[in-house]
């Protein structure tokens, strides 16, 4: 049994102790029992794993790749450039990527991951790639799979048929991208199979929808209403929506009082649709953000991920939702002070509600003891300073600890320097 002690626990002011045992929180408060091993944790802020909700773990590091430059940085060239590079993806390139962009996460504090992987190939090479690293490292890390046809169910011949087999692989969610098929008919059918094949196999969905500045794509409508029909709206996630973020007043504001009905999920990407949103804007230029504040403000649950890491569409990315909840609050001018102190809430609790584990997440009694301990003693200061992460707990045992920083050489503002 261990005790950690002198915590500071996000969204429990109440509670100063951990009390765990068999990988399990068996107690939270003050004065607990004794344990056999006691950890001072000096008053930094305890808070659950972060949690990445978008990821594209097949696309790592192939923003090097020969004839992976995206000229004109769009999405649609993006996909483009991407057919190209993936034919020369094999089985071990594949895990050998998805590996080293899990470690990158993890290290930084990620414990679940939501990732898309292209199905948009007969072999479903990165498709059995992922599968088996998700079992591989099931104990250390909680990865789903979207089976996502990145070239689209319909404008790739049998598309659809890849997402089906990647289902039953074993793939947990069903993915689509109606914007980028052939017509808004062709886009609809997508979204109708999407769900079809949602219920047909149990799985949740995630759909990369209205990724543009059209202001004219509207698929969020349409899979609300099925979301809702269906009454599956909690199991379904709408990721980037760009568009809704340029859509009219009256048309955004009828929508949000149906996404409160439906309770669909939203899913951000604030560095990565910041870069390739607004392309041809010349000036006022859009930054490619859906509704964050407002989804906030009217409890339809939204958060962040990270996207992309070094691939055809994105040039950068490391992992890091520090860094990303840092970009989207400044971008959806979320930083008032009662925000301030509660925006953990879009890389944590939000993913994991998004994510459908609520059941295995957070810190509650009777939850695997899975937290992070931040360099920071509040919530506020770990927002306002970008908190490393000082260790990873999963099931009572460290992922990582980081030494105490310290200096060298300390600074001192009167030191004599001559």
């Known amino acids: 049994m261990k005790k950690f002690i002198n915590a500071n626990i996000y969204r429990n002011s109440d509670a100063t102790e951990i009390l765990v045992e068999n990988g399990v929180i068996r107690a939270l408060g003050t004065d607990l029992p004794p344990a056999e091993e006691t950890i001072d944790l000096k008053g930094r802020l305890v808070v659950p794993p972060y949690v990445d909700a978008h990821l594209h773990l097949d696309y790592v590091y192939t923003g090097g790749s020969k004839g992976a430059k995206n000229n004109t940085g769009t999405l649609f060239e993006g996909i483009a450039r991407w057919h190209d590079v993936k034919k020369n993806q094999s089985f071990e390139d594949a895990k ?27 072999n479903l090479t990165g498709l059995k790639a992922m599968l088996e690293v998700r079992e591989q490292l099931k104990d250390n890390v909680t990865i789903q799979i979207v089976a996502f046809p990145q070239e689209g169910m319909y404008a790739y011949k049998g598309g659809d048929e890849l997402v089906e087999e990647a289902l039953k692989m074993g793939a947990d969610c069903v993915g689509s991208i109606p914007h980028f098929e052939w017509a808004r008919e062709i886009g609809e059918k997508s979204i109708h199979r ?82 390739l949103q607004g392309r041809q804007d010349t000036y006022p230029k859009r930054r490619g953000m859906t509704r964050v504040k407002e989804f906030w403000e009217s409890n339809i649950n939204v958060c962040f991920g990270q996207d992309s890491i070094n691939d055809p569409w994105y040039p950068v990315g490391n992992g890091n939702l520090m860094n990303i909840l840092d970009n989207g609050i400044h971008m959806a001018q979320t930083m008032s002070m009662d925000q301030l102190d509660t925006c953990l809430d879009l890389i944590t609790f939000n993913g994991a509600k998004t994510l459908n584990v ?61």
């Open 96 to 122: 050998e990527r998805a590996l080293k962009g899990i470690q990158e996460e993890v290290s930084k504090g990620v414990q679940f991951i939501r990732t898309h992987i292209d199905v948009c190939d007969p």
């Open 194 to 275: 999407t769900v079809e094949l949602a219920i047909k196999y149990d799985k949740l969905i995630d759909v990369h929808c209205d990724e543009t500045d059209d202001v004219m794509s509207r698929f969020v409508e349409l899979l609300n209403a099925l979301a809702m029909t269906e009454d599956i709206g909690t199991r379904t996630a709408a990721s980037h929506t760009c568009s809704f973020g340029s859509a009219d007043n009256a048309y955004a504001f009828r929508m949000m009082r149906l996404f409160q009905k439906s309770g669909l999920n939203f899913i951000a990407l604030p560095t990565e649709n910041a870069y």
């Open 358 to 418: 609520e059941d295995q997440y957070g810190l509650d009694v009777g939850k695997p003891a899975n937290f992070l301990v931040l360099d920071a003693t509040s919530s506020f200061e770990a927002v306002r300073q970008r908190a490393d992460v000082l260790a990873s707990i999963r099931n009572g045992e460290y992922l990582f600890r980081k030494s105490e920083p310290s200096y060298d050489i300390e600074l001192d503002l009167f030191r004599k320097t001559r």
